[in-house]
């Protein structure tokens, strides 16, 4: 059973697959070929279930950080006897630059480690487990390295250090004295495949050489965000591309899964998949802290995948596979213990299946964000707009799972209902472009419908806010998107009434937000969420509040790990993170809300503030 947290782990991304490394130098999380493919590492999840250690032997203090514009670790290990520097990458394709980056990412991972100070001995220890730890390879010393073979994977490690065999593991001790260096490769191959070479020292030390300037290339050309939290915005904007499955455009959700939203707990997903539900604020913050072209691939993507089923009259449904797989059938793997003992372990999600109305208005807000791209579309792509507007329009009266993708009986959520809005809103902005131009009378009266619904039936005037469904008294921090999506206005009383009553009722002794407080049909509790309560930010800065906005988001940000890594949830009581990990709609959020303190900030006529200045520069 792991003991460590959540947030000792640091990411790397070849925007193909992903892996998790430990403060100690340790890769407990690896899937190959993709971030959805099994695990070859996955100690994360089961002491046995596999991982690569390399780190001195002995006393040692670690610090880290990522080299400048990437996602490279580089740890530094303090030992009595001396210092070493680790460097650790998923090497991308040779010479990528700017947006080719991840395009021809080879699968491998690299480790070097160079002695800056005295001797220190370290201790390697590889023992791949693939298949979610259910293999238990065989090993074959090779010229330069080692093969482990199992099921229908491969892995070599390409070692320059002489390396034991001892079962399936791979072990090696060796001492580095100040100005020696060494470096190890981990390349995976389909068994089938043709056999390949294992890369040299040289060959190492050019690759993570060329993967940094890869990043650095893609960073120089995307990243040109000046406002408060430059720094979290930038590397937030670096996370959400290290998530993006690179032959697709898709954005991954985190790159893990199981890791529980309470300790111990069963409310633990897969989530290394795409949403719908995503689609429009992964858009505003790939805009804001990557680029245009980011955004378009992620929507084009969303749509290629979603368009045959509205063709066919299906529903829309709300997630996919990263290269648009729709059945993503959910399954548990009763081999894994899970994060320390958070069973079961799952793979696949089955909120696939569920009715969730808000995709409409995702994929007509994206549509809208980006709608100069439909100048360049056919007109079957705007008929697919088309047919989402229709869609809408026809089901917004009926109940569903809503945002949060509650396993409980269907209902007719506020924000479901708010989502059908956005859908008809922007389709008839749109209309001219999607040549549309006959609906547009039906569309603005089913839009005033929706509106007139949700402010009679979505508000309480007992609770004095909008809640979480028709005629419910639960309240939802979903309901803070009311004037994010502009339905009303950040200072309309009805929303700063919802505000206040979420402040006082759904946020914790830290000053998070949680998503609710109720019955969700699943066992457990969960933590306060990040996400909610970068919403609460974005909303203050929108109604003009930059003080609170600055506050909050000041709290939300500092749960950010180390390396400027956020997580899903905050348990309130340990105030550790929980949740799939990094996650990427913390990181949305975090962009979004600083781009709203921006912009506020930018406003004629605002009050030159030195206090809220100096927070946001910290």
Same mark, same amino acid.
């Given at each position: 059973?792991?003991?460590?947290?959540?947030?000792?782990?640091?990411?790397?991304?070849?925007?193909?697959?992903?892996?998790?490394?430990?403060?100690?130098?340790?890769?407990?999380?690896?899937?190959?070929?993709?971030?959805?493919? #099994?695990? $070859?590492?996955? %100690?994360?999840?089961?002491?046995?279930? /596999?991982?690569?250690? *390399?780190?001195? +032997?002995?006393? @040692? &203090?670690?610090?880290?950080?990522?080299?400048?514009?990437?996602?490279?670790?580089?740890?530094?290990?303090?030992?009595?006897?001396?210092?070493?520097?680790?460097?650790?990458?998923?090497?991308?394709?040779?010479?990528?630059?700017?947006?080719?980056?991840?395009?021809?990412? #080879?699968? $491998?991972?690299? %480790?070097?480690?160079?002695?800056?100070? /005295?001797?220190?001995? *370290?201790?390697? +220890?590889?023992? @791949? &487990?693939?298949?979610?730890?259910?293999?238990?390879?065989?090993?074959?010393?090779?010229?330069?390295?080692?093969?482990?073979?199992?099921?229908?994977?491969?892995?070599?490690?390409?070692?320059?250090?002489?390396?034991?065999?001892?079962?399936?593991?791979?072990?090696?001790?060796?001492?580095?004295?100040?100005?020696?260096?060494?470096?190890?490769?981990?390349?995976?191959? *389909?068994?089938?495949?043709?056999?390949?070479?294992?890369?040299?020292?040289?060959?190492?030390?050019?690759?993570?050489?060329?993967?940094?300037?890869?990043?650095?290339?893609?960073?120089?050309?995307?990243?040109?965000?000046?406002?408060?939290?430059?720094?979290?915005?930038?590397?937030?904007?670096?996370?959400?591309?290290?998530?993006?499955?690179?032959?697709?455009?898709?954005?991954?959700?985190?790159?893990?899964?199981?890791?529980?939203?309470?300790?111990?707990?069963?409310?633990?997903?897969?989530?290394?998949?795409?949403?719908?539900?995503?689609?429009?604020?992964?858009?505003?913050?790939?805009?804001?802290?990557?680029?245009?072209?980011?955004?378009?691939?992620?929507?084009?993507?969303?749509?290629?995948?979603?368009?045959?089923?509205?063709?066919?009259?299906?529903?829309?449904?709300?997630?996919?596979?990263?290269?648009?797989?729709?059945?993503?059938?959910?399954?548990?793997?009763?081999?894994?213990?899970?994060?320390?003992?958070?069973?079961?372990?799952?793979?696949?999600?089955?909120?696939?299946?569920?009715?969730?109305?808000?995709?409409?208005?995702?994929?007509?807000?994206?549509?809208?964000?980006?709608?100069?791209?439909?100048?360049?579309?056919?007109?079957?792509?705007?008929?697919?707009?088309?047919?989402?507007?229709?869609?809408?329009?026809?089901?917004?009266?009926?109940?569903?799972?809503?945002?949060?993708?509650?396993?409980?009986?269907?209902?007719?959520?506020?924000?479901?209902?708010?989502?059908?809005?956005?859908?008809?809103?922007?389709?008839?902005?749109?209309?001219?472009?999607?040549?549309?131009?006959?609906?547009?009378?039906?569309?603005?009266?089913?839009?005033?419908?929706?509106?007139?619904?949700?402010?009679?039936?979505?508000?309480?005037?007992?609770?004095?806010?909008?809640?979480?469904?028709?005629?419910?008294?639960?309240?939802?921090?979903?309901?803070?998107?009311?004037?994010?999506?502009?339905?009303?206005?950040?200072?309309?009383?009805?929303?700063?009434?919802?505000?206040?009553?979420?402040?006082?009722?759904?946020?914790?002794?830290?000053?998070?937000?949680?998503?609710?407080?109720?019955?969700?049909?699943?066992?457990?509790?969960?933590?306060?969420?990040?996400?909610?309560?970068?919403?609460?930010?974005?909303?203050?800065?929108?109604?003009?509040?930059?003080?609170?906005?600055?506050?909050?988001?000041?709290?939300?940000?500092?749960?950010?790990?180390?390396?400027?890594?956020?997580?899903?949830?905050?348990?309130?009581?340990?105030?550790?993170?929980?949740?799939?990990?990094?996650?990427?709609?913390?990181?949305?959020?975090?962009?979004?809300?600083?781009?709203?303190?921006?912009?506020?900030?930018?406003?004629?006529?605002?009050?030159?503030?030195?206090?809220?200045?100096?927070?946001?520069?910290?």
């Amino acid at each position: 059973m792991s003991t460590l947290s959540i947030s000792d782990y640091a990411l790397l991304s070849d925007c193909r697959t992903a892996a998790l490394v430990s403060r100690m130098g340790s890769v407990d999380w690896l899937c190959f070929p993709r971030f959805d493919g #099994p695990s $070859v590492f996955a %100690r994360l999840l089961d002491a046995k279930a /596999g991982h690569f250690s *390399l780190r001195p +032997e002995g006393e @040692a &203090r670690a610090t880290r950080r990522y080299r400048e514009q990437t996602l490279v670790l580089e740890t530094t290990f303090h030992t009595p006897t001396g210092t070493v520097v680790l460097r650790d990458a998923l090497a991308m394709g040779s010479h990528e630059r700017g947006h080719e980056l991840g395009r021809a990412s #080879p699968g $491998v991972l690299l %480790r070097h480690v160079t002695c800056t100070r /005295g001797e220190v001995t *370290l201790a390697l +220890e590889l023992g @791949a &487990r693939p298949e979610y730890g259910l293999i238990s390879p065989s090993l074959r010393q090779k010229d330069g390295g080692v093969e482990c073979r199992g099921g229908a994977e491969a892995l070599l490690l390409a070692s320059a250090v002489p390396l034991r065999l001892e079962g399936s593991d791979v072990r090696a001790t060796f001492t580095l004295r100040a100005g020696e260096s060494t470096g190890f490769a981990v390349q995976h191959q *389909l068994t089938w495949s043709e056999p390949v070479a294992l890369w040299t020292q040289e060959k190492i030390a050019r690759r993570l050489e060329d993967t940094t300037e890869t990043w650095r290339s893609w960073s120089d050309a995307h990243q040109g965000y000046e406002g408060p939290w430059r720094e979290l915005v930038h590397h937030s904007g670096r996370v959400l591309q290290g998530l993006t499955f690179q032959p697709t455009g898709a954005v991954i959700a985190a790159p893990t899964t199981s890791l529980p939203e309470e300790l111990g707990g069963v409310r633990n997903w897969d989530y290394r998949y795409t949403w719908l539900r995503d689609a429009s604020f992964t858009l505003d913050a790939l805009w804001v802290a990557a680029c245009p072209d980011e955004a378009e691939r992620y929507f084009q993507f969303l749509a290629e995948a979603a368009q045959s089923q509205l063709a066919s009259g299906q529903e829309l449904q709300a997630m996919f596979g990263v290269g648009g797989e729709h059945d993503l059938t959910e399954r548990t793997l009763c081999h894994l213990s899970g994060w320390r003992g958070s069973a079961p372990v799952r793979v696949g999600n089955d909120a696939w299946k569920q009715r969730q109305l808000d995709v409409y208005g995702e994929l007509l807000g994206s549509a809208h964000r980006l709608e100069d791209l439909l100048d360049k579309t056919d007109g079957a792509f705007r008929r697919f707009l088309v047919d989402a507007a229709e869609m809408a329009a026809k089901r917004w009266k009926q109940k569903d799972q809503g945002l949060w993708e509650m396993r409980c009986e269907p209902r007719h959520f506020v924000h479901s209902k708010l989502m059908c809005w956005v859908a008809l809103d922007r389709a008839v902005r749109l209309a001219e472009r999607l040549e549309a131009g006959d609906r547009v009378e039906r569309w603005r009266r089913t839009r005033d419908d929706i509106r007139r619904a949700l402010l009679e039936e979505g508000w309480n005037e007992d609770v004095g806010a909008f809640t979480q469904a028709f005629g419910s008294d639960v309240l939802d921090a979903a309901c803070l998107m009311i004037p994010i999506v502009g339905f009303l206005p950040a200072d309309d009383p009805r929303v700063r009434s919802t505000v206040r009553a979420i402040q006082t009722h759904l946020t914790d002794r830290n000053g998070l937000v949680h998503r609710y407080r109720m019955d969700d049909g699943v066992e457990g509790g969960e933590g306060a969420f990040l996400l909610c309560t970068f919403w609460l930010a974005q909303v203050q800065a929108m109604a003009g509040e930059l003080e609170a906005a600055t506050v909050t988001f000041t709290r939300a940000a500092s749960f950010a790990n180390d390396v400027g890594l956020l997580a899903e949830e905050v348990d309130e009581e340990r105030r550790v993170v929980l949740g799939n990990y990094p996650q990427a709609f913390s990181h949305v959020g975090l962009v979004n809300a600083a781009w709203a303190i921006s912009q506020a900030r930018a406003r004629p006529g605002r009050p030159d503030d030195s206090t809220e200045a100096a927070t946001a520069a910290g």
